[in-house]
């Protein structure tokens, strides 16, 4: 039913391809208008639009594997572990096997 299209980028003028298969996910999703940035232009303009958010709250807290301090961008729970992002990592490393 859908078939790859070669698009000009409004930004960047560079031709990219909208592949069927994107063109499949824009209309199970009901997405009417066809992209109008290649990839990098839309990940530069998204990175543009972040930049001017205020900076995240960061909460203070110890390791519950280690001890070590550390900040995290969530307010602790009492009584919930939080790790640091090493033994996060480990932990989450740990569990996919």
């Known amino acids: 039913m859908f078939e790859d299209k070669v698009l000009v980028c409004q930004d960047c003028g560079e031709e990219f391809v909208f592949t069927a298969g994107e063109q499949e996910f824009y ?11 290649c990839k990098n232009c839309r990940v530069n303009r998204r ?3 972040n930049g001017n958010r205020a900076p995240r709250e960061m909460f ?3 390791c519950a594997e280690c001890g ?3 900040q995290v961008p ?12 090493s033994c996060f990592q ?4 740990a569990s996919s096997y």
Not at 74 to 85: D, L, N
Not at 90 to 93: A, L, Q, S, T, Y
């Open 74 to 85: 969530f307010k602790p729970i009492e009584g919930r572990p939080v790790y640091c992002i």
């Open 90 to 93: 480990k932990r989450r490393e």
């Open 47 to 49: 990175d543009r639009r």
């Open 68 to 70: 070590a301090e550390t």
């Open 27 to 37: 209309h199970e999703k009901g997405f009417e208008n066809e992209p109008k940035r």
């Open 60 to 62: 203070s807290t110890v």
